[in-house]
């Protein structure tokens, strides 16, 4: 469990870097829907508050670009809990940023 932590704390600090970098581009968006979707699916308490965290940013700013990852289709929503779905549109950014 701990290498999974490792793992999605190094993701989100990927995403911090790249708020940082860019601004809220399309590969921070799909890193970041990636993150909290693994965070939400590892059943984490309080996935916004730990990504925000990693990510250097208010909680109300990361619920505020998970809303935009979910409006402009990285995300899909899972009425009344966290997490989502990524979609193909995120798998793909994420393939070009990270390939």
Not at 46 to 63: D, F, M, Q, Y
């Amino acid at each position: 469990m701990e290498e999974v932590t490792a793992k999605v704390e190094e993701a989100g600090s990927s995403a911090g870097l790249l708020l940082a970098n860019e601004g809220v581009s399309e590969p921070y968006l799909a890193m970041l829907a990636a993150t909290y979707k693994t965070m939400a699916d590892l059943g984490a308490p309080a996935p916004v508050r730990w990504l925000a965290r990693l990510i250097g940013r208010r909680s109300e700013t990361v619920k505020d670009h998970l809303k935009r990852a979910r409006r402009e289709g990285y995300l899909t929503t899972v009425a009344g809990k966290a997490g989502g779905d990524l979609t193909e549109k995120a798998t793909q950014a994420l393939a070009a940023f990270t390939g």
